[in-house]
């Protein structure tokens, strides 16, 4: 069983910084897909990044330029590095990992918010 716990988030003003971070247990981590998700009041979960075992990345055209996902494979950490934050960054966030091979098994974190506000 693979649990995720994520942190970082808070209150910030628009054009403020924030880094949220998400640990994991077990010996998977650097074995699997790693990504973030967000989830605003009212709309649909949305990736926002992903992170291969390999360090590829990928944005959500909303974020990119601004969010940075990277991995720590000793500290079996995700990291999501958001810059130039605005109101609509407002959400809650959620780490997400996707283990190899089929079926491919998802785990969710319990969540961070992250509000964006003068």
């Known amino acids: 069983q693979v649990q995720l716990v994520e942190s970082g988030g808070g209150l910030v003003q628009p054009g403020g910084s924030l880094r949220l971070s998400c640990a994991a247990s077990?010996?998977?981590?650097?074995?699997?897909?790693m990504a973030w998700y967000r989830q605003a009041p009212g709309k649909q979960r949305e990736v926002v990044a992903g992170?291969?075992?390999?360090?590829?990345?990928n944005y959500a055209g909303s974020v990119k330029g601004r969010f940075t996902i990277s991995r720590d494979n000793v500290k079996n950490t995700v990291y999501l590095q958001m810059n130039s934050l605005r109101p609509e960054d407002t959400a809650v966030y959620y780490c997400?990992?996707?283990?190899?091979?089929?079926?491919?098994?998802?785990?969710w974190g319990q969540g961070t918010q992250v509000t964006v506000s003068s």
């Open positions: 992170i291969t075992t390999g360090g590829n990345t």
């Open positions: 077990g010996s998977i981590f650097r074995i699997s897909h």
């Open positions: 997400n990992l996707q283990t190899p091979g089929v079926p491919v098994t998802a785990y």
